[in-house]
Structure formats: C-alpha cells, structure tokens
C-alpha cells in the first residue's frame, strides 16, 4: 500500500507539534515525534538516556546516528502501514539524506514548513504546557485546557518542559536556523515541498495544511 508521509518542518513553537496532533485525527496514520521519544528514552535513565539529556538539556541536537535508527525502529511498525507523520525529523540534512533510504518508490511524501519568525513566537513558548502522557499542547495564554493546569483528554497536571527556558529556547533558534533550516532548500528542490503561514490561528493552519495533504498528487 502506498504510505503518505508528512514532515513537518518549522522552528521551535511554530506548532508542528499541534498540527501533527490535527493530522492524524484527519489521516488516521501516526505521530512520530522524535523529540517526545527521546523525552521518553531521557526518563529511564539508562546510559542512552543520559546522553540525550545532556544534549537537550543544552538545546543542541542529539546526533544523528541516534535519533536516525529510533526513527527507523518505529516506521516499520504495523500502525505505519499507511503512512506516518514526522514532527521534528529530519532536523539535518544527512538526518533527510539518511531517511530518503528508508522511503519507497510508491511513497507519498509532503515536507511542510511551517512558517513562523522566532521573534513573534518566544512568547508562545514561555507559556506552553504539555500534557506528560499524550503529549496534547496548551497554551496559558492562547490555547487553555478547559480546566486549569490538567489535560482535557487524560485529566493528567499539565507540565512544562525542561528545555521551554528563554535561555535554552534561543539556543534552539539558532540551532534551527544553522542545521534545521538549510532543509528548506534541500527539499524545495524535490519537488514535495509546501509551506504554510504558521503565525494565523491554529484551525487556518490545519484548513491550509489539510489542502496540501488531502491532495492525491505528489
Ligand atoms: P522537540 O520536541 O521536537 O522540540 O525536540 C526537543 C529536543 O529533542 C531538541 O531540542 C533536540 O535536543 C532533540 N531532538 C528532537 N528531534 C531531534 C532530531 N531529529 N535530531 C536531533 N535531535 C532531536
């Protein structure tokens, strides 16, 4: 069966992770976000997990052999069959070099950036909370769960995460733009890439999003 595959791409805060959310209720087809599984590996503590908490804990990437082969252990899973969403992979360009190699000729794949400038997104992620068991996204001040501090769906408190300081989140600007960013004219070039202007609304966000991944076509 022919898998459609959709990267997300787009700095720190500008809603990848909300919008994959949004897709997979749309395609019925899997969130992999290599940022919550390495938040995972971070808490068993083993010896793994402490090699990603020194790099996140940083802001810097963890390396690419890592996070390549968890990503390659999870999309032949059964549940990818139909495809998959990629919420914060590839970051570098041998991360997307790397992947190409796990993709198939029958795949469908869309790469979308979604746009948004770091200076108008700081405050969003200042004020994010995080649900620790499905990973939903809230906002105390644009997007709050209908009671305070606890998640809608898993009635769990809401947290912060570690790496959401003002130190550490213009750390990871600056990763994005020096290692993440140079993947925009990687994939613009193939043809499969889509941007979309990350700084409206999230629901106009997903209508645009929804154009682009509903389409048949490569
Ligand atoms: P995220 O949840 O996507 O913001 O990722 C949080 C952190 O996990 C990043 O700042 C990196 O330290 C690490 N990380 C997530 N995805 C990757 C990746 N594809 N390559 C390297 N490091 C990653």
Do not use: W
Request: with cysteine; hydrophobic share 35%.
């Amino acid at each position: 069966m022919a898998r459609k595959i959709v990267i997300l791409l787009g700095n720190p805060g500008a809603g990848k992770g909300t919008q994959a959310k949004e897709i997979v209720r749309r395609l019925k087809i899997p969130q992999i976000s290599t940022g919550d599984m390495l938040r995972e590996a971070m808490a068993r503590e083993n010896g793994l997990g402490k090699e990603v908490r020194k790099r996140m804990d940083s802001g810097f990437l963890v390396n690419d052999a890592t996070v390549n082969s968890i990503v390659a252990e999870r999309i032949v899973k059964e549940d990818c069959r139909s495809g998959f969403i990629l919420d914060g992979y590839p970051r570098t360009v041998p991360q997307a070099e790397t992947f190409q190699q796990y993709l198939d000729r029958t795949d469908r794949l869309f790469v979308i950036e979604i746009r948004a400038e770091h200076s108008n997104i700081l405050g969003r992620l200042v004020t994010r909370l995080m649900c620790p068991s499905c990973g939903e996204i809230y906002n105390s001040v644009s997007r709050k769960p209908s009671q305070e501090g606890s998640c809608d769906r898993c009635r769990l408190a809401l947290v912060r995460r570690s790496d959401d300081r003002e130190d550490l989140i213009l750390e990871r600007f600056r990763i994005y733009r020096e290692e993440t960013f140079p993947l925009v004219e990687h994939y613009r070039k193939t043809g499969c890439y889509h941007t979309v202007d990350g700084l409206r609304p999230i629901a106009e966000v997903s209508r645009d999003i929804r154009k682009i991944v509903d389409c048949e076509e490569r």
